[in-house]
């Protein structure tokens, strides 16, 4: 049986507006503030359901610049909606939708301004249910939870519950006749990962001393191997931790895991690898396969298992744990599904002029105007020659970044700094390079202190890459409603590349600064699918648009030249 109440849709809320009791000029701006979510988000009406928690997250995907309205009018919008859905089902009580009950009202009052704005919402909601302070269960606070990640309408549900639990934590132990209870908001994420002080000394020294071994700490030590980077030695690190932890979660006491070699015996391996497929839903992952191979190689280089233990290993990772050769991850396959529509190609090709012009159009404060230059330059640079965001956000004036005599831009990194340690270099065109002397000149000066050589200064020398990262994802998506992170620029680059020449995989391979030409056709093997068939069907289209001017000469030819067969079938 079909549940009405999910089967509803905004052509349902149209329906009952129209019926509502209420000035006609209420009724046209919630009437149209509902035609417009349908426009923005491209579906009739009576193809968005009501559920407020998923439309939600399809209406905090949208960016208001990118549909060219402004964001006061987008919250305007979405407010309206809030008041139309409230003709079909209960919403959450609006900030100024019913007075606070006398008692509530008083503790409100004597909160900062602050305070008061961030725990207004939850003492509302009390007053909405009759629920006095003396009154208050912990199941109130699941309800308000629950009401907010499911059924209002509201951006960033997670955070106004954070910050509500916060001021009512703090309230406690400062504000008279405060409700004494106190309520723990779990955290963002699933953290399962214990410290290493939940082991026996003796697990971190090993590890200590393995970390130590594989990054060449000592200079006499005759590796047979390539040192790692620090990077990878943080990852090495947290993957030991992160395997033990593991293991507890599964039932082991954590004083009995005193050495590497207890996470790499048999069992203990297969226990690690189950906790995290169940985590998801009995699945694997690449961050699973990279644990499993982890363990595999300090089970055959550290602790030096036996034979039939290794293979047993690598069988378990062959059968269970590897993902298919795929290359891509379905999720970045997924994001770049938008670039098929050439707008959106477009729309960030012509993103960093336009942030550029943004900048000199004296819209902005200087320091924001700085920041949309600098971010037009990262951008720019990492359309014509993408480089891993730890490369980009480390660039230095005069180190990496270089002027020929001829007045020419160019961009080397030395191998040392690489991933894999491939020597990067190349000249930057004309467009990159004019947008990178405005920057410089008009821009950098005002975000750099003296002595700074980053080219994207921050606090401590170059901004840190997640800050870098984070800023370039969110400006992207400002500007174009597109989601993009930084590592994405490389497979946007490639797949464009391979629309228009099919096949070409060293190309590829030479610009990522790939070591082998199969980690470049085992990325992007089937992306280019479309444009393969787009141009093996020109070719047959020209040889079909051939055919009139050579009229039925072609035909009789090819007929005097077939083998004439006898009546029984076979040739003369």
């Known amino acids: 049986m079909t549940d009405k109440k999910s089967s509803r849709t905004l052509a349902d809320v149209l329906d009952a507006l129209q019926r509502a009791d209420m000035p006609e000029k209420r009724r046209g701006e919630l009437a149209s503030a509902l035609r417009t979510v349908g426009r923005v988000l491209n579906r009739p009406l009576d193809q968005i359901p009501v559920e407020s928690g998923p439309l939600r997250r399809r209406l905090d995907d949208v960016s208001p610049i990118a549909i060219g309205m402004s964001a006061g009018r987008w919250a305007n919008v979405r407010s309206l909606l809030r008041a139309a859905l409230d003709l079909v089902k209960q919403e959450l009580p609006a900030v100024r939708r019913k007075p606070m009950s006398p008692v509530w009202a008083n503790l409100f009052g004597r909160l900062s301004k602050a305070s008061r704005i961030r725990v207004s919402r939850l003492l509302r909601f009390f007053s909405e249910l009759s629920v006095e302070p003396d009154a208050v269960a912990p199941d109130h606070f699941e309800q308000f939870r629950q009401m907010l990640e499911g059924d209002a309408l509201i951006r960033k549900p997670n955070q106004v519950w954070r910050e509500a639990i916060g001021v009512w934590n703090s309230s406690r132990h400062k504000i008279s006749g405060w409700p004494s209870i106190e309520i723990v908001a779990a955290s963002r994420r699933d953290t399962f990962s214990l410290p290493w002080s939940a082991f026996p000394e003796s697990f971190k020294a090993d ?18 191997f390539r040192p790692v980077r620090p990077g990878t030695r943080q990852t090495r690190e947290y993957q030991s931790r992160a395997a033990a932890s593991a293991l507890v ?119 924001r105007s700085a920041i949309l230059a600098q971010l037009a330059v990262a951008i720019e640079l990492e359309l014509v020659r993408p480089l891993r965001i730890s490369n980009l956000a480390a660039l230095e004036l005069y180190r990496h970044i270089l002027q020929r005599t001829n007045g020419s831009w160019y961009i080397t990194i030395p191998e040392d700094e690489v991933k894999n340690r491939i020597d990067l270099e190349h000249d930057l065109p004309v467009e990159a390079s004019t947008l990178l002397e405005r920057y410089l000149k008009d821009f950098r000066p005002l975000l750099a202190k003296p002595g700074n050589a980053a080219l994207f200064p921050g606090d401590l020398g170059c901004k840190a890459k997640n800050t870098l990262g984070g800023q370039l994802t969110k400006i992207i998506h400002a500007y174009t409603g597109l989601k993009m992170h930084p590592h994405l620029f490389r497979h946007f680059g490639s797949c464009e590349y391979l629309k228009e020449h099919p096949g070409e995989y060293p190309v590829i391979s030479h610009v990522l600064g790939h070591k082998s030409l199969n980690t470049a056709a085992k990325s992007y093997t089937g992306m280019e699918s479309a444009a393969a068939v787009r141009h093996f069907g020109k070719t047959i289209i020209k040889k079909l648009q051939e055919l009139p001017s050579r009229g039925n000469d072609a035909h009789r030819a090819w007929r005097r030249k077939k083998p004439k067969s006898d009546p029984k079938g076979g040739k003369n």
Do not use: C
């Not at 590890?207 to 047979?224: C, F, K, N, W």
């Not at 006491?253 to 906790?275: C, M, N, Q, W, Y």
């Not at 280089?301 to 379905?330: F, Y």
């Open 207 to 224: 590890a200590d001393a393995y970390l130590a071994r594989i990054s060449g700490s000592d200079l006499l030590d005759d590796l047979p």
């Open 249 to 367: 979660r599964r039932g082991r006491a954590p004083e009995t895991i005193r050495s590497l070699s207890d996470l790499v015996e048999l069992g203990a391996f297969k226990e690690i690898l189950r906790f995290f497929m169940t985590r998801r839903g009995n699945k694997t992952s690449a961050g699973i396969e990279h644990l499993a191979n982890f363990l595999k190689s300090v089970a055959r280089h550290w602790v030096k298992v036996d034979t039939a233990t290794l293979q047993k290993m690598s069988d378990t990772i062959k059968n269970h744990i590897s993902m298919p050769n795929s290359g891509m991850t379905p999720k970045n396959r997924e994001r770049l599904r938008p670039f098929d529509d050439e707008e959106n190609v477009y729309a960030l090709l012509n993103l960093p002029a336009h942030l550029m012009r943004e900048a000199v159009s004296g819209r902005h404060s200087k320091i």
